[in-house]
């Protein structure tokens, strides 16, 4: 029997010939990736092993993304234990205040994460890394697998006008519910996977999380290479699926099918087509994170922000997601676009999302925004409501104060 992609870098790193669905299998890691909020749980356990040394000081990476410029004496405190720690063992890539990103977008950025590398992060949205072909500890480096099952996606036909990753992850989550992939890898192919771009791959993976995935991963293209030219110097090795990898369904999804989409409270399967929202009032936007935080994201948001203005009563909270990013943005002219539009603009953080800080919302407030979960009070009080959108909707939404189409403010 054939083997998958993810199942092909398993095998690869637990030293076998082949591997099959169920499997427990022992696999070497390539990286472990914690944050501030993560890292000091991994940390606790660490000491309280009487571990004394990491596995390699290059392949443990620290974020400080969540609660960072600290908002409280609870977060400077988590933090403090993992900058001791960092120092303590040397750590290469400690990313602080200054230098860090939201890890999911950083992570990729830097050079981190490579095709056919096995990565585990303490942190659900650690899948983003197969956009890359990678699969998804500190002190021994590596860990257990159950080798998961996989769901073949076969993307066809071309995108519509405003239609990004986002809107494709939600349209799919929408058509197999959020436990339609449960242990199991999505495996995306076909034809249309030319539409995508990096920012939409990164986006998909991330949120295959969302349909329970363990992890979403795409095959090595030109589009892939490109992207990694400049930011991977080491050696790497891309794995495509044998013809004969078993799968235990495969979803079809035509591009010219999905349009803008927005998942409706409380769950990122009720997906809907974004025109169905034109008389739900809006209290906020939210465009950021480590789903849509990157420049192609920021363009897609100053696009349709140019030149208007949010409107009465509408909070619009910019994050990008890395430095780098937010550097670009000041470069190409958008955050003077979002202060013209009357948004704010943020030093790179998760803050509202999670309801942390930087836009935590009261009850009876809805938010439209590119983050990855809208549970009930995931971004403050029980009685707020999420809408999940991709960028250009959400800019949109801004702007008349309702749940709206780009079509309608372009």
Known sequence: MGMTMTQKILARHAGLDEVHSGQLIQAKLDLVMGNDITSPVAINEFESAGFN??????KVV????????????????????????????????????GEMGIEHALLPEKGLVAPGEAIIGADSHTCTYGAVNAGA???????????????RVNVTGKKKNFVSGKDLILYLIGKIGVDGALYKSLEFSGEGLKELTMSDRLTIANMAIEAGAKNGIFPVDDITREFLRERVKREWTAYY???????????????????????WPHLPENAKPAAEGKNIKIDQI???????GRIDDMKAAAEILKGHHLAEGVRGIIIPATQSVYRECIKLGYVDIFLDAGCIVSTPTC?????????????????????NRNFVGRMGHIDSEVYLASPAVAAASGITGFITHPKEVI
């Open 351 to 371: 803050g509202p999302c999670l309801g942390g800080h930087m836009g935590v919302l009261a009850a009876g407030e809805r938010c439209v925004s590119t983050t």
């Open 241 to 263: 699926p044998d013809e004969s990898a078993e799968y235990e369904s495969v979803v079809e999804l035509d591009l010219n099918d999905i349009d803008c989409t927005v998942s």
């Open 137 to 151: 500890a500190m002190a021994a480096g590596y860990t257990w697998f159950k080798v998961p099952a996989a769901i």
């Open 62 to 97: 620290m974020v400080m993304d969540h609660f960072t410029p600290n908002k409280d004496i609870k977060s400077a405190t988590q933090c403090k234990q993992c900058r001791v720690f960092a120092k303590r063992f040397g750590l290469k890539n400690f990313f602080d205040v």
């Open 53 to 58: 040394e990491v596995f390699d000081s290059k």
């Open 286 to 292: 939210v465009i950021g994170s480590c789903t849509n």
